[in-house]
């Protein structure tokens, strides 16, 4: 006998008891982010390896260590997707949608691709959404993003969180930073993990977002990137602190929030619920200004996040969503030469949007019932000798038990009626 196949390290199946779930956050972010005038885009699930390493940034651990590439049969290195974000910008700037309209608002749901190590909340193949507004340099759009995913948890009753912000300045700003942290974190050099001391070489910055106990220590006394920021950053960090204050939403300033990703720039944030343990982030993101032109566009200024659907199932009172999972009517038949009746009604009744379930197993009538049950639907329709006799069923409301006995053409006005 072979070994049995299973799923592959970091994937997993999804199956219908948790289904409900999925497709009724889908929803839900399809009608909220409609609420904001974001449109949806779709890109495709594998594109250009070059894509990645020149958006991301070829030091990125996301390019160096994690991305799922291969050449096919034409000489093209390929990708599978680890993030959207330049996918999304890869099609504003192919499509000219910048020249269609002055901003943009876009979200996505997608399905990603990182090797990383699996644990609590993070996969191999996992799920996001996220939203990309194209077009406005203002501070003011940081903030309607920002509002937006901090809403968004709001909404579905998610407790404990935590918004954190933090501005990251222009290009100039973080060299000028990186030279003067450099030469901090060059006292500690010894002391720093093997992973630190190659991003010490390549990205120091990265090194600020240390999850060690003993370079958490070091960090404290790091020189601060706010305390290097140009007036016209200040002032624009500012504004979006304002406009935060304005719409009552708490947030933590953190010097030490740089995101992982080369194209950031300006404001940065993260919200974090104290729900998830280590693995803490519900979604990341920020401004940059700098990525379209850098993939081949004309300059456009833009800001955007990306969240975990795997994480935010984590963190949801599933209790208390508004899921129906039962069924609407369950057809019984006592013999299979009823079988006929029992596939015509219920087609007659999905044409009314209700959900019917049928035996398929003729099995018997006490079978039947238990199934009915565990199905828990509201009513079960039976179809038996004296009922086709007198052209007609019984339909029983599994609640409370009381019968009620209803001709063939009347049974679709009967429910209507409910």
């Known amino acids: 006998m072979s070994d049995l196949i299973k799923n592959i390290k970091g994937t997993q199946d999804i199956l219908y008891e948790e289904n409900d779930i999925w497709q009724y956050l889908e929803n839900f972010i399809h009608h909220y982010l409609k609420k904001y005038g974001y449109s949806q885009i779709r890109t495709p699930i ?11 940034g070829s030091q990125t651990d996301i390019v160096s260590k ?21 996918s999304v910008v890869r099609s504003f700037i192919q499509h000219k949608l910048g020249k269609k309209n002055p901003i943009n608002k876009l979200y996505y749901i997608d399905t990603l691709f990182r090797r990383e190590r699996p644990q609590k909340g ?5 799920n996001q959404f996220g939203v990309e507004a194209l077009g406005s340099k203002y501070p003011e759009q940081d903030v309607e993003v920002i509002a937006l995913a901090y809403n968004f948890y709001k909404s579905l009753n998610i407790d404990n969180l935590n918004l954190k912000i933090n501005s990251i300045g222009s290009p100039e700003v973080r060299l000028k930073y990186k030279d003067v942290l450099t030469k901090y974190l060059l006292q500690y050099k010894n002391k720093l993990s093997q992973i630190s001391q190659v991003r010490l070489e390549k990205n120091p910055l990265r090194i600020l977002d240390t999850k060690v106990d003993f370079e958490i220590e070091i960090i404290k006394n790091a020189p601060h990137i706010l305390d290097y920021l140009n007036k016209e950053d200040k002032n624009h960090f500012s504004d979006v602190l304002s406009h935060l204050d304005s719409l009552s939403i708490d947030y933590t300033v953190d010097y030490k929030l740089v995101r992982g990703l080369d194209y950031y720039c300006h404001t940065v944030f993260e919200i974090l619920s104290d729900n998830l343990g280590s693995q803490d982030a519900l979604c990341g993101g920020g401004r940059y200004d700098y990525l379209v032109e ?12 990306a969240a975990g659907i795997e994480r935010l199932i984590l963190v949801l009172n599933k209790k208390h969503l508004p899921i129906s999972k039962s069924s609407d009517i369950y057809i019984v038949i006592t013999d299979k030469k009823y079988l006929e009746y029992s596939l015509k009604i219920s087609d007659s009744l999905r044409a009314e949007n209700l959900i019917v379930v049928n035996d398929l197993l003729r099995r018997s009538l006490k079978s039947q019932m238990k199934d009915a049950n565990r199905l828990n639907v509201s009513h079960t329709i039976i179809i038996g000798d004296e009922e086709v006799e007198n052209k007609q069923v019984v339909i029983k409301d599994m609640k409370s038990g009381n019968q009620d006995y209803i001709k063939f053409d009347r049974i679709k006005s009967y429910f209507r009626n409910k």
């Not at 994690?66 to 330049?86: C, F, R, V």
């Not at 993070?122 to 996992?126: A, C, L, S, V």
């Not at 850098?294 to 996040?305: H, K, M, S, V, Y």
């Open 46 to 56: 594998f594109e250009s390896t070059y894509l990645f390493s020149r958006s991301i």
């Open 66 to 86: 994690e991305m799922y590439s291969w050449i096919d049969q034409g000489g093209n290195h390929l990708t599978l997707k680890p993030e959207s974000t330049a």
């Open 122 to 126: 993070r996969f191999r193949q996992f």
């Open 294 to 305: 850098e993939l081949g566009g004309q300059t456009t200024p833009a800001f955007g996040f």
